[in-house]
């Protein structure tokens, strides 16, 4: 989805949206509408999976007063219409958009909170001259914008934005430092000047020029001291019912099968409430000591999924890199995000466009590495005399030539953060790889001796310094980590890249809170993490998934930037004179790293640097030097247009699916 909203009514030109739609027309292959208005444009572009061809987009309400484009899922929409239906409103579709336009007439920007699922959208209220915008609570669903004076422009990704040709496409450099130091930038900043991201649980009502925000969710860890007698059939209803209302589509939902423990429990559940044999999908790695291939088959067989797997090369993640970056819109410090949008690209090849993933248990149950990493480096420091106690690091390292295993890491570990500091948890990670050592003179003067990590320590929330050291670390990783890059540039990004579309049963909200209630005990036990969800998930899945630990060691696909048939864009980024144009990063400084970078077994901190480094030198070289050339989607292919003389209109047109949208 996308739009523009003028603060003189001087029109909206559907070339402009057309543009918009063009640029993200991968987000949604399956059909686009535009709604062209005096004040306020819409352009959105379909992915089919709900309503049998009643959902097409932009859509109104009865009299044409309230527009909407949407991007998400709402998966409680048939309990939401019955509701309304009760009110008196009157439904001409299926679609979980037209609940929310009705929802919204009735319950304004409450609406939000009796919303089940994930989504951006912008509501247009013609009667009151004003755009309703939201983002749902994790940041699933991605909303961008920017304003230029007294416009809003918006949109499910960046390049739509810049596809008007109105706003600029300029380098933030506190964005760019919050990037190579979190791994992504911290909402509402973007590497992109003047260009911002809606904060997860946000929502924005712009008018007459001026955009007011507010926060209708936040996260909270009220932690109990003892764990309710019933813990286990609490979580059995609310992770049922969660998987249950994420099988609601009018396709056929897969399921992703990495070998991860959420994963394979969404899938068994998936496996036990669908009349049909799920499908689920993964990939491995082509080196056969990092090749998973065989454990996820056979996850897949305990679990009664049917399996399509894939094996990706060195080679072929370093060949598809310019589009894996293309698509993030950002910096990567790593390369997950390939490996995610070849996952994607395998799905939709195999005609599935909607899956659910086990992404969230492990940040919500502390199962991640992070939170047994931050235990121990607690209990070392209450008496870091004990040569004991600094060998439960050694527990943390499945491979023993992993940097983990090191004396020098484990020294780092200690010596990152003293134990009152309340970013402890994340300090050796966003220490860890130095970018900011590779920074040129003049970048850093262009900082202003901004301090992101300061930034970070000095916006924390009062309420986080009530938590325990546990739920704090948690917070962080929610908030740095987890939406920012891991839903946004490693989920959304690479999947809709296929237009694939993710549903995350973890992240009910519901499931959310239940969890940060208990105990830290019941979810992290010494080194044991996802406590309580191990102990229900022994009702459904066999004990050796059950006790399976996912293992920690990453195949080493940065080596394959220096292979001798790497890609040639990636020394024509790499050289001084390159280097030197962009004007980020010094030639001698990135000189000493390529050599290290090109050892037999580089460091993980070198690894993440050099990953760092190319890819913000292409990422500059896509979005900043080379200009958007974007030819538009024409009028005459809408399957909707809308105008303010004639509210609805519709152009069908004969090669439209026949099937099931959602808005994108």
Known sequence: ???????????????????????????????????????????????????????AQPLTNEDGQIVITYNGEVYNHRELRLELEGRGHFFRTRSDA??????????????????DGHFAFAIYDRNRGRLFIARDRFGISPLYYAQRDGDFYFGSEIKAILATGEIESALDPRGLDEVLTFGAARPPRTPFSGIA??????????TDGALWLRHYYELDYPEATEEPLDVIEQLDEIMRRSVGMRLRADVQVGAYLGGGFGASITAAIAQSASPYTPRSFSISSAIPEYDRTLHQQDVARSVGTAHTASVITMDTVAQSF?????????????????????????????????????????????????????????????????????????????????DRASESWRRFQLGAAAANDPLFSHLPRFLSSRIGDL???????????????????????????????????????????????????????MMMAHGVKGRYPFLDHRLFEFASALPVGSRLLGLRGNGVLRRWASRILPPRLVKAQAPTNRPPYAQGFFLPNSPAWIGDHMTPEALRRVGIFSPAAVGGLLRRSSAPNPSFRDYRAMVGVLSTQLWHHQFVESALSITPLPPRGASVLLTDRVPISFLRTPDLPSHADIGT
């Open 98 to 115: 037209e609940v929310l336009v009705h929802g919204y007439e009735e319950w304004g920007v409450d609406l939000l909170h009796r919303l």
């Open 1 to 55: 989805m996308a739009g523009i909203a003028r603060r003189y009514p001087t029109g909206v030109a559907v070339e402009s949206l057309g543009r918009m739609a063009a640029a993200i027309r991968h987000r949604g292959p399956d059909g686009y509408g535009f709604y062209a208005g005096d004040s306020v444009g819409f352009a959105h572009v379909r992915l089919c999976t709900i309503d049998i061809a009643g959902g």
């Open 439 to 493: 920074y040129t003179q003049e970048f850093k003067a262009g900082l202003g001796g901004i301090d992101v990590v300061g930034e970070l320590r000095a916006s924390l929330p009062t309420r986080f310094f009530g938590w325990s050291s546990m739920n704090q670390a948690a917070y962080l990783e929610m908030t740095t980590l987890f939406s920012p890059y891991l839903l946004s540039s490693q989920a959304d990004r």
């Open 322 to 402: 310019p589009d894996v970056l293309w698509h993030a819109e950002t910096p990567l410090l790593g390369t997950g995000p390939a490996l995610m949008y070849h996952l994607a690209k395998l799905t939709r090849e195999s005609d599935v466009n909607l899956v659910i993933s086990g992404d969230g248990a492990d940040e919500i149950f502390l199962g991640a590495d992070l939170f047994k990493e931050t235990a121990v480096r607690r209990f070392c420091l209450r008496r870091p005399e004990s040569c004991g106690r600094q060998r439960l690091f050694e527990r943390l390292a499945s491979d023993p030539e992993n």
């Open 197 to 206: 991201s809606l904060e997860p649980g946000t929502y924005g009502i712009w």
